[in-house]
């Protein structure tokens, strides 16, 4: 069964430093993709970035990037330039994919704090 | 704003009793799922359909039922409850299932479910 690990339960950043949050993941399946969502106090789960297990470059969004090791089954966020409103929690997630069946397998969340 | 709602925002009932959540996708999407997301447990997929059929089911009680209509919009009935179904319910949408690509699955705000 595919499986996400995230080890980081907080972390802490200063404004305008950047910040790497941590997500390895399991899975036998060679095609696969992975997202990260950002879920603040106010509970919505906003989609940040995703990667194809099959892309050769990292993906990007603005200031999100996706350091994306396969090998190592690792596709950490990296967020440059932190924000005080990046202060949240962010979510790994694996798309499971079997036949008709799409869902996400979320990882436990790491907790962002961005002091000034 | 996703484009997915979900209403009520928040719900609070006593054990025992039954509600139900409400769900509409974002315009087009034929795909909704269903998570939970608690304290001890995590985000959870729960349940999934597509164009009004049931595709796949996660970790859900027999107490908890689903249904998609045919306009798309979908209800999570939620029985005898009880103190540990007091949970954020995520309802999620999608446009297709099985595409390659990001298939990226919109989040609707949440509803808070407190039972006592």
């Known amino acids: 069964a595919q499986k996400i690990t995230q080890t980081q339960p907080g972390m802490f950043v200063q404004e305008k430093e950047a910040v790497t949050l941590d997500c390895t993941y399991d899975?036998?399946?060679?095609?696969?993709?992975l997202f990260w969502y950002k879920q603040p106090s106010s509970g919505e789960m906003i989609f940040l970035i995703y990667?194809?297990?099959?892309?050769?470059q990292n993906a990007t969004e603005g200031r999100y990037s996706l350091n994306f090791q396969k090998a190592r089954k690792s596709a950490n966020l990296v967020i440059s330039a932190s924000q005080l409103g990046d202060s949240a929690m962010y979510f790994c997630?694996?798309?499971?994919?079997?036949?008709?069946?799409?869902?996400?397998?979320f990882g436990t969340g790491t907790r962002l704090q961005v002091f000034p | 704003d996703s484009g997915v709602t979900q209403t009520p925002k928040h719900l609070i009932t006593a054990t025992g009793q039954r509600v139900t959540l409400r769900c509409s996708p974002r315009s087009g999407d034929l795909s909704v799922y269903w998570y939970q997301q608690s304290l001890d447990q995590g985000l959870q997929f729960l349940i999934q359909?597509?164009?009004?059929?049931?595709?796949a089911k996660g970790n859900i009680l027999e107490r908890f039922s689903a249904q998609q209509f045919p306009d798309l919009h979908s209800e999570l009935n939620l029985s005898s409850l009880e103190l540990g179904d007091s949970a954020l319910y995520f309802c999620?949408?999608?446009?297709?299932?099985?595409?390659?690509?990001?298939?990226?699955?919109?989040f609707g705000p949440g509803t808070r479910l407190t039972v006592l």
């Open positions: 359909y597509y164009n009004g059929e049931e595709r």
């Open positions: 899975t036998s399946d060679q095609s696969y993709g």
């Open positions: 997630a694996m798309r499971e994919l079997i036949g008709n069946t799409d869902k996400l397998i």
């Open positions: 990667q194809g297990s099959y892309d050769e």
């Open positions: 999620a949408s999608s446009p297709e299932i099985g595409l390659a690509g990001t298939n990226e699955q919109f």
